[in-house]
Structures are given as C-alpha cells and as structure tokens.
C-alpha cells in the first residue's frame, strides 16, 4: 500500500532533465578551462631563414696564349759604287743641218704679210630663157570661139618650164580672166611656143618663165 502511493508519484520530468545535463556540462567545460593550460604546452617552432645559393658553375676556359712576333731588324743595303762611264767624242768643226723654216708658197692666192688669201671661186654664169625670134609668129593663141561672141577680153599669166631643148614641158596657170582663155593659152605653149634655153656657165638647163599673154578684139 505504501508502495504504490510512492510508486504513483514519480514520474519522468523532461525539462528538469535538460536544466540537469545543461548545468553538467557547464561545470565540465569550466574545468577542461581551467586544467588545459598546465596540461598541453604549446610548441613554438623556431623561423625558417632562406638563403639564396648561386648554382656552382666551372671557371671559363682560359684564353689561348698569343704568340709574341719577333721584329727582325731591317737588313742593311749593301751599297755597290758603279764607275762612271765617259765617252769622248772629237772635236768637229760641222756646223749641223737645219732645215729651213720657210712657209709654203702661196696656193691659190697672194702673199700679205705672211697671210695666204684663199682665192673665192667665180660665181657661175647664168642666162635666161628668151623667146626665140624665130617662132614668135606662132607664139599668139588662138581666140576662144565663145569668148570672141561674148566679146570678151583679158590677160593670161602663165609660169612655164622651160627644157633644156627650149620646149615648154609644164605649164602652170598664175591669172587668167576665165577657163577658155587659160586652156587656149596653156595648148599654145605645149604646142608652138620655143625658147632659146637658160644656160650655166654655158650648159643648158631647165629653168621657170612667167610668161603673159593678151587677148584683144579687133574692130576690123
């Protein structure tokens, strides 16, 4: 009986179970504080220094020796006396040649002063070429028919060339009144006309003549 009363009042509280671990574990954690200085002691290691060593490198090869030259003493010239060698010649009484200097005589020309003139060349001697006489009745042309009826009058001027043998060769018109009287005139010069020919220094030649011829009604 006495039993049971107790056995109902006690029951499982929680939180007083949390209040109790948490105030365990408090206590706990003071003491781990408290004892961990005197029991671990801290190492402190010593710091690392660094020094920087050159790699070990071979001495360089030493350098070739240079042959020391020898300068050799210029040898002297031997110096040879040659004899003087004289050659004498006999006294001559000759008086030596000269040629004479004179100047050319004169070609072509005269002497002035020394001065050769050259002779200019004469100039060539040169004719005309004149009507021949001989031939002067058939020199007038004919009179154009269509002229004469229209009664009309003029002046042909005409260059000719004249041959060697007096013809007249070519025929050029200078002025003329109209084509009938040129082309009267031009067939009467290759035809009829004759020329004594122009001459170079006495040889003939072909030269050019202006030549005018007039056309003129008669009243009778």
């Known amino acids: 009986m006495y039993a049971d009363r107790y056995a109902g009042r006690t029951k499982f509280d929680p939180a007083s179970m949390g209040l109790a671990l948490v105030l365990n574990g408090t206590i706990v954690a003071g003491l781990i504080a408290f004892a961990a200085p005197k029991m671990f002691h801290r190492i402190v290691a ?8 050159a790699p070990r490198s071979e001495p360089p090869p030493p350098e ?13 010239r031997e110096t040879v006396a040659v004899p003087e060698t004289i050659v ?8 030596p040649y000269t040629a004479p200097t004179t100047p050319p005589g004169p070609v072509g020309g005269t002497i002035d002063g020394g001065f050769v003139a050259p002779v200019k060349p004469a100039p060539p001697v040169l004719t005309g070429a004149e009507l021949d006489s001989r031939f002067a009745s058939s020199f007038q042309p004919d009179y154009p028919v269509g002229e004469r009826r229209a009664e009309h ?11 060697a043998d007096g013809r007249v060769k070519q025929v050029e018109k200078v002025s003329a009144p109209s084509n009938d009287f040129f082309e009267a005139t031009e067939r ?5 006309w004759r020329f004594k020919p122009a ?5 003939p030649i072909e030269v050019w003549k202006t030549v005018g011829v007039s056309f003129v009604l008669n009243d009778g």
Do not use: M, W
Not at 64 to 75: G, I, S
Not at 153 to 163: D, E, F
Not at 199 to 203: M, Q
């Open 88 to 95: 004498q010649t006999p006294p001559s009484d000759s008086t």
């Open 188 to 192: 009467r010069a290759l035809q009829k």
């Open 153 to 163: 009058q003029g002046r042909v001027v005409v260059r000719v060339l004249v041959g």
């Open 64 to 76: 070739p020796a240079t042959p020391e030259l020898k300068t050799q003493a210029p040898t002297p």
């Open 46 to 53: 010593p710091p690392i220094t660094v020094i920087d060593v």
């Open 199 to 203: 001459t170079r220094d006495g040889i």
